[in-house]
């Protein structure tokens, strides 16, 4: 593949990456195997194979080769990455029920919600000990820590999620957990392992946080007005999930006491009727928060590319900048 032809940019990343990235694939088969439960490699591969953008474990190959990394440790870093991310993907469909992820059934409705927490275990098991093989207690250190976060990010928004008392300062701490952990973890330890400066390591940590964080409120603001096609999703399915997104924050901030009530009814206590979601839209439409979360989306991967002022000059440090503005750009 010509790098010219390629438009989008983690499609870039994904050609400059590609012999890296196939040893990552041959690595994850490898390790997702198991001698003694066939359902182990069935529930892995329908979600690792299910086409997505592997993004997590290619930001640790870039921060890696970024840094001047010519080694092979990365590579299992970025399969760890992946099997923690897989992982919890498992653990949450079962948490949240759901019954679809990249446009395919979920594995718990495939299978059951046992075989979905026992595989996902089975991957965290496996991931730490791909970290370990490193030899380096510092990434160990980031992507046990990073592990931990995601589980207390899952936490807090299992109970912040339908409580209206939630504010953007208590979503961004669940965001930071769920989703910002495990990219700067990615980035940071890919920095770690090349033996970068400090300074680089604490730029590629900064970056994959406000990358992650500007990620999850793009992917929350789609649920409202992307398409099905393009998510994976039903638009409006946080809504009928009573999940206390951005955009719904935004608008219970600034609610009359009939709206408090509309909010209440159908996020609180989980009411939910025809035209309900059309009228969650009125009110977000009535003070402008779909255009406010757009705004905060950006300003996060505005961040994100001034985190990479402070790293080498390289043609991948370009794409990364670009993604930042890719992430976003799904908004227009």
């Not at 019954?99 to 919600?113: E, H, I, K």
Request: proline share 2%; net charge negative; glycine share 6%.
């Amino acid at each position: 593949m010509n790098i010219t032809t390629v438009s989008k940019p983690h499609d870039r990343l994904a050609d400059v990456l590609s012999g890296e990235m196939d040893a990552v694939n041959v690595l994850i088969r490898e390790r997702m195997a198991s001698d003694h439960a066939p359902r182990i490699p069935e529930v892995t591969a329908h979600l690792v194979e299910a086409g997505g953008k592997r993004l997590r474990p290619m930001l640790t190959l870039a921060a890696a080769r970024l840094c001047g990394y010519e080694g092979a440790d990365h590579v299992k870093l970025a399969a760890t990455v992946e099997f923690i991310h897989t992982a919890t993907l498992l653990h949450d469909d079962v948490v949240d029920e759901s019954g679809q992820r990249r446009g395919r059934p979920t594995a718990n409705l495939l299978w059951d919600n046992k075989s979905s927490v026992l595989v996902g275990d089975y991957l965290f098991a496996r991931s730490f000990q791909l970290m370990v093989e490193t030899g380096s207690l510092k990434v160990l250190d980031i992507l046990a820590n990073a592990s931990a976060t995601i589980a207390e990010g899952e936490v807090l928004q299992m109970t912040a999620a339908q409580d209206l008392a939630t504010d953007e300062a208590i979503y961004l701490q669940v965001v930071r957990g769920k989703t910002a952990a495990l990219f700067s973890a990615a980035t940071e330890a890919g920095g770690v392992i090349a033996g970068a400066s400090e300074d680089a390591v604490q730029a590629l940590f900064d970056y994959g946080d406000a990358l992650g964080i500007a990620f999850q409120i793009a992917d929350d603001l789609l649920d409202y007005q992307g398409s099905s096609a393009a998510t994976g999703k039903n638009v409006g399915d946080d809504f009928r999930e009573r999940k206390l997104t951005l955009p719904v924050i935004k608008a219970v901030a600034q609610a009359t006491s009939d709206e408090r009530a509309f909010w209440e009814r159908t996020i609180e206590k989980g009411k939910q009727g025809d035209g309900d979601l059309e009228h969650a839209l009125e009110l977000m439409a009535k003070y402008a928060t779909l255009a406010a979360t757009r705004d905060d989306a950006r300003a996060w991967a505005e961040k994100a590319k001034t985190a990479l002022d402070a790293l080498p000059d390289h043609p991948i440090r370009g794409m990364l900048y670009d993604l930042a503005d890719y992430v976003v750009s799904r908004l227009n």
